[in-house]
């Protein structure tokens, strides 16, 4: 009797235990992890909300963190349902790559994220859930979506149209609506920003809001921010440009502390203005005679006879020096005139429009830099956004079928029923 007593002391004990936790703590405890709602027969805890809220929180997600957070649960039950229904499965090392890469945009590693979002009431596997359906989702697109995108050497072409054209990018004309977001008034100034993307229409409309709206300096001159280089945009604003049309409004855009609103005014392909950094090389091979018929034969004559600036020196051989001048340096250091001709060339191109003294001038561009390279994305990169692009509109799409879809049962619903 006393051994039976003994082997079911351990059972006995935790009975005790839960006897004396006050009742209103334990059915606090049984509501925290009953089924808030169901999403196709899964449930959703009210644990995994709050735990869901805090995480949103912590990452600073604007709006309504509840009903963001609610959206996101539903979201995450479609994505794995789907990711189930293909067969789809991630292991324990892809979800571990993809914590790491996540904690990496904060310069954390996986342990020192975890840590982190610890110390705000975030369990680790509130952080795993999250990573784990967004990448088996990517999963589920590219395996159903991924066969019908198609993107050809024409698409790469325009969308670098606004990146490069010709060595350099074209100028934009653009005015900006830059709203300052506050912590205590993110949603107002979201709705705020969205309100007026989807409404201004023309020039005048726009400008009147940058007077009253724009936390910018130009906000007194409209928005009006003049014509510039495209690649001297910030990166997100290039982007978002790129899509658009002349009198055509962006999306609003997250730049720090700003909600910023762009409306291209007008666009001059081939570029008015050099982008800072661009360099050109460019020969100039003087002819005697200015504008004469003589002159003009020669220059028809050596332009036979060359297809790069290196050709020149063959020509320029036996002549005095200062015949032929290959320079490189700044296109912003370029004089008015040459700039101007130069814009109308290509490599290897030439222009007989300009004179020196008693001399016709034979130009001929050898080689242009647009500017730092990281500045101009390759072509392979852009292959791969547009792509990208592609397939998350398809995942949008997709993801509203299945919300269509989905049947939502909410526990407040079946206890009113």
Request: charged letters at 25%; a negative charge.
């Given at each position: 009797?006393?051994?039976?007593?003994?082997?079911?002391?351990?059972?006995?004990?935790?009975?005790?235990?839960?006897?004396?936790?006050?009742?209103?703590?334990?059915?606090?405890?049984?509501?925290?992890?009953?089924?808030?709602?169901?999403?196709?027969?899964?449930?959703?805890?009210e644990?995994?909300?709050?735990?869901?809220?805090?995480?949103?929180?912590?990452?600073?997600?604007?709006?309504?963190?509840?009903e963001?957070?609610?959206?996101?649960?539903?979201?995450?039950?479609?994505?794995m349902?789907?990711a189930d229904?293909?067969?789809?499965?991630?292991?324990?090392?892809?979800?571990l790559?993809?914590?790491k890469?996540?904690?990496?945009?904060?310069?954390?590693?996986?342990?020192?994220?975890?840590?982190?979002?610890?110390?705000?009431?975030?369990?680790?596997?509130?952080?795993?859930?999250?990573?784990?359906?967004?990448?088996?989702?990517?999963?589920v697109?590219?395996?159903?979506?991924?066969?019908?995108?198609q993107?050809?050497?024409?698409?790469?072409d325009?969308?670098?149209?606004?990146?490069?054209?010709?060595?350099?990018?074209?100028?934009?004309?653009?005015?900006?609506?830059a709203?300052k977001?506050?912590?205590?008034?993110?949603?107002e100034?979201?709705?705020?920003?969205?309100?007026?993307?989807?409404?201004?229409?023309?020039e005048?409309?726009?400008a009147?809001?940058?007077?009253?709206?724009?936390?910018a300096?130009?906000a007194?001159?409209?928005g009006?921010?003049?014509?510039?280089?495209?690649?001297?945009?910030?990166?997100?604003?290039?982007?978002?440009?790129?899509?658009l049309?002349?009198?055509?409004?962006?999306q609003?855009?997250?730049?720090?502390?700003?909600?910023v609103?762009?409306?291209l005014?007008?666009?001059?392909?081939?570029?008015?203005?050099?982008?800072e950094?661009?360099?050109?090389?460019?020969a100039?091979?003087?002819?005697?005679?200015?504008?004469?018929?003589?002159?003009?034969?020669e220059?028809?004559?050596?332009?036979?006879?060359v297809?790069?600036?290196?050709?020149?020196y063959?020509?320029?051989?036996?002549?005095?020096?200062?015949r032929?001048?290959?320079?490189?340096?700044?296109?912003?250091?370029l004089?008015?005139?040459?700039?101007?001709?130069?814009?109308?060339?290509?490599?290897?191109?030439?222009?007989?429009?300009?004179?020196?003294?008693?001399?016709?001038?034979?130009?001929?561009?050898?080689n242009?830099?647009?500017?730092?390279?990281?500045?101009?994305p390759?072509r392979?990169?852009?292959?791969?956004?547009?792509?990208?692009e592609?397939l998350?509109?398809?995942?949008?799409?997709?993801?509203?079928?299945?919300?269509?879809?989905?049947?939502?049962?909410y526990?407040?619903?079946?206890?009113g029923?």
């Amino acid at each position: 009797m006393t051994m039976r007593l003994i082997s079911h002391l351990p059972a006995l004990m935790l009975a005790l235990a839960v006897s004396l936790v006050p009742p209103t703590v334990a059915e606090a405890q049984q509501g925290l992890f009953s089924p808030r709602l169901t999403v196709n027969g899964r449930a959703i805890t009210e644990y995994e909300l709050q735990q869901r809220m805090k995480f949103m929180e912590l990452l600073r997600t604007p709006g309504d963190i509840a009903e963001a957070a609610e959206v996101a649960l539903i979201e995450d039950r479609l994505r794995m349902d789907a990711a189930d229904a293909m067969g789809i499965k991630l292991t324990d090392q892809q979800i571990l790559e993809g914590m790491k890469e996540f904690a990496s945009r904060a310069d954390l590693s996986v342990e020192e994220f975890v840590e982190a979002i610890g110390q705000g009431g975030v369990e680790p596997e509130t952080f795993r859930d999250f990573v784990e359906a967004g990448l088996v989702w990517r999963e589920v697109i590219r395996a159903k979506f991924g066969p019908r995108v198609q993107v050809t050497d024409a698409d790469v072409d325009r969308a670098l149209s606004l990146s490069s054209k010709r060595g350099f990018p074209p100028s934009v004309l653009v005015s900006e609506i830059a709203i300052k977001v506050y912590a205590h008034k993110e949603e107002e100034t979201q709705a705020l920003a969205e309100r007026l993307a989807a409404t201004l229409r023309g020039e005048a409309a726009f400008a009147a809001a940058a007077k009253e709206y724009s936390a910018a300096p130009t906000a007194e001159e409209g928005g009006d921010l003049g014509w510039m280089s495209s690649v001297s945009l910030p990166p997100p604003a290039r982007a978002a440009l790129q899509g658009l049309r002349p009198g055509q409004v962006s999306q609003p855009l997250r730049v720090g502390d700003m909600l910023v609103i762009y409306y291209l005014r007008d666009l001059r392909e081939g570029g008015q203005t050099a982008p800072e950094g661009a360099y050109v090389e460019y020969a100039e091979f003087l002819i005697p005679g200015g504008r004469s018929a003589a002159a003009l034969e020669e220059a028809a004559r050596v332009r036979a006879r060359v297809d790069a600036c290196d050709d020149l020196y063959g020509i320029a051989k036996g002549l005095p020096e200062d015949r032929l001048t290959i320079t490189s340096m700044p296109a912003a250091r370029l004089s008015p005139e040459v700039a101007r001709e130069l814009e109308l060339l290509d490599e290897g191109e030439s222009s007989t429009a300009l004179t020196r003294g008693d001399a016709l001038v034979f130009l001929m561009l050898c080689n242009r830099q647009a500017g730092p390279a990281e500045e101009i994305p390759s072509r392979e990169a852009t292959r791969t956004a547009l792509a990208n692009e592609r397939l998350n509109g398809y995942s949008e799409s997709y993801m509203s079928e299945l919300m269509a879809e989905a049947l939502i049962r909410y526990a407040r619903d079946e206890e009113g029923g």
